[in-house]
């Protein structure tokens, strides 16, 4: 092995190396058919310039049978662009095996040019339609010797590992290339606006481009839809929302599938949801979020598009209405000592009581409502002065509603 790649016996075909990179090892498995003689194993490396064999450097290791045993070759023997040749010998004490056939290995340090990018169905400079992946076509920019590319919606590219084939594990950002091009056909990020995907060229030594390629574009909406049965849902009420496609985006590829998230609400979560064999889906909604509810919904299309996401509000006003004639809200009324009442009137169905306390981090008290949904309270300021209820509702479901603070004055 050399440089994490297979040694290539042919010196018109060498395995290319980017010193720079990773540095220049190379590797071979010692041969002993004593078994006396595992512990006095070693292995002997030379390497020479082919162009100059005379300049022979030699390295060694000991070793263990079965095992490799490499050694790293000092950067100050090694040049750009120079085609070395290295061979091995299995050493026991005086003696010594034949040397290896040689590997040949050509040290690869010069970075390929930045790649051209284009594409056929998302140009550059306009707003481009989504909802069929990008077709993008790489070029080599007149270099020789790029064996593929790199690419990634992210500025920081993906580094593939040693001696791994990132064409073939990773094809997610790698792609071979055909004569110093290549072709992927890729769905963007979800979202609308802006994208970027950057591309760098590989050498066959792995070298990647100094710059990356920057090819940018702008997609227009593919959001969907949302149309609730009722215009204005009713808090704790059962609805429907219509989830509609995208024309365009349904036109390039049918929409199968929304994604659905609540926020607000009490059982706020994620959810899929199928779509219909013209795209739409049907979702049944109750709102319960008692300072109102988001539902966020993007859609999936068979070849893979995820839209930008659509944004539905559902709001209600659930504080309590709470009145008195005693003491009115923002006015000033009765005085220290002198009982007032104070009447709780619910906004939404299903109230069964208030929770009320007077003043900030006075004690809390609960109060049930009546068959309308009301309630009344008697009390009593202790002094003058300015002073607060605050008040909630909860339905029979065990839903707590929002907060109302009636402020008013004591003479």
């Known amino acids: 092995?050399?440089?994490?790649?297979?040694?290539?016996?042919?010196?018109?075909?060498?395995?290319?190396?980017?010193?720079?990179?990773?540095?220049?090892?190379?590797?071979?498995?010692?041969?002993?058919?004593?078994?006396?003689?595992?512990?006095?194993?070693?292995?002997?490396?030379?390497?020479?310039?082919?162009?100059?064999?005379?300049?022979?450097?030699?390295?060694?290791?000991?070793?263990?049978?079965?095992?490799?045993?490499?050694?790293?070759?000092p950067t100050d023997d090694l040049a750009d662009g120079q085609t070395y040749a290295w061979q091995a010998q299995t050493v026991v004490e005086d003696d010594a095996s034949d040397w290896s056939a040689p590997c040949y290995v050509t040290i690869d340090d010069t970075h390929p040019p930045t790649p051209v990018v284009s594409s056929s169905n998302y140009p550059e400079g306009q707003l481009d339609q989504g909802g069929e992946p990008v077709r993008f076509t790489f070029g080599a920019n007149s270099a020789s010797d790029v064996v593929g590319f790199e690419f990634g919606w992210q500025q920081d590219l993906p580094v593939p590992a040693s001696g791994s084939d990132p064409y073939h594990d990773d094809p997610a950002n790698f792609v071979r290339a055909d004569g110093g091009t290549a072709t992927v056909a890729l769905v963007p990020p979800a979202g609308v606006g802006s994208r970027t995907l950057?591309?760098?060229?590989?050498?066959?030594?792995?070298?990647?481009?100094?710059?990356?390629a920057e090819y940018s574009f702008t997609v227009a909406s593919t959001a969907p839809t949302i149309t609730p049965a009722t215009a204005s849902p009713e808090f704790g009420e059962k609805d429907v929302l219509t989830l509609t496609p995208d024309p365009a985006l349904e036109e390039a590829s049918p929409v199968v599938g929304y994604s659905v998230t609540t926020v607000g609400g009490r059982h706020d979560g994620t959810t899929t949801v199928e779509a219909a064999a013209d795209g739409t889906a049907r979702l049944p909604f109750t709102f319960d979020g008692v300072s109102g509810e988001r539902v966020e919904v993007s859609s999936k299309s068979a070849d893979g598009w995820v839209s930008d996401t659509a944004v539905w509000y559902a709001w209600a006003d659930t504080t309590p209405?709470?009145?008195?004639?005693?003491?009115?809200?923002?006015?000033?009324?009765?005085?220290?000592?002198?009982?007032?009442?104070?009447?709780?009137?619910?906004k939404v169905k299903g109230v069964v009581s208030y929770t009320y306390s007077f003043d900030w981090g006075g004690t809390e008290q609960t109060v049930d409502a009546e068959a309308d949904g009301t309630a009344a309270i008697a009390w009593t300021p202790p002094d003058s002065g300015s002073y607060a209820v605050n008040v909630y509702a909860t339905t029979a479901d065990g839903i707590q509603l929002a907060t109302c603070t009636y402020f008013f004055d004591v003479n």
């Open 321 to 346: 209405t709470v009145r008195s004639a005693d003491y009115p809200e923002n006015g000033a009324g009765g005085g220290a000592g002198v009982p007032g009442t104070f009447t709780f009137e619910p």
């Open 198 to 212: 950057y591309v760098s060229a590989l050498d066959r030594a792995g070298n990647p481009s100094m710059k990356a």
């Open 1 to 73: 092995m050399n440089g994490g790649t297979a040694c290539a016996t042919d010196a018109g075909s060498p395995a290319y190396v980017a010193e720079g990179l990773r540095g220049l090892s190379i590797a071979a498995v010692p041969g002993d058919t004593d078994p006396a003689d595992d512990n006095r194993l070693s292995l002997n490396y030379r390497l020479w310039p082919v162009s100059d064999p005379a300049l022979t450097s030699t390295l060694s290791r000991p070793a263990v049978v079965g095992a490799e045993a490499g050694v790293d070759v």
